[in-house]
C-alpha cells in the first residue's frame, strides 16, 4: 500500500496518530529532496510565522 494509501486509510478510521505519522514521513521526505538553502530558508520562514503567532496572541 502507498504512503497516501495508508494516509486515506487512516483517515477513514479516524486513526490520527497514524495519519500525523503519515503527514511527518512526507514532509520529511519532500524535505530532504530540497537543497539545502532552500531549506535553512524554510526553516527561517516557520521561525518568523511562529514569532509572529506569538506576538500576536500575547497583545490579546
Known amino acids: ?3 497516501a ?3 486515506h486509510r487512516a ?3 479516524r486513526q490520527w496518530e497514524t495519519a500525523a505519522l503519515c503527514l511527518l ?3 520529511a521526505e519532500a524535505a530532504n529532496r530540497l537543497p539545502p538553502q532552500a531549506l ?9 510565522k511562529t ?3 506569538h506576538q ?3 497583545r490579546r
Open 1 to 3: 500500500m502507498s504512503g
Open 5 to 7: 494509501g495508508v494516509l
Open 11 to 13: 483517515i477513514d478510521e
Open 25 to 27: 514521513v512526507a514532509v
Open 40 to 48: 535553512e530558508e524554510m526553516l527561517d520562514l516557520l521561525a518568523a
Open 51 to 53: 514569532a509572529t503567532h
Open 56 to 58: 500576536r496572541r500575547e
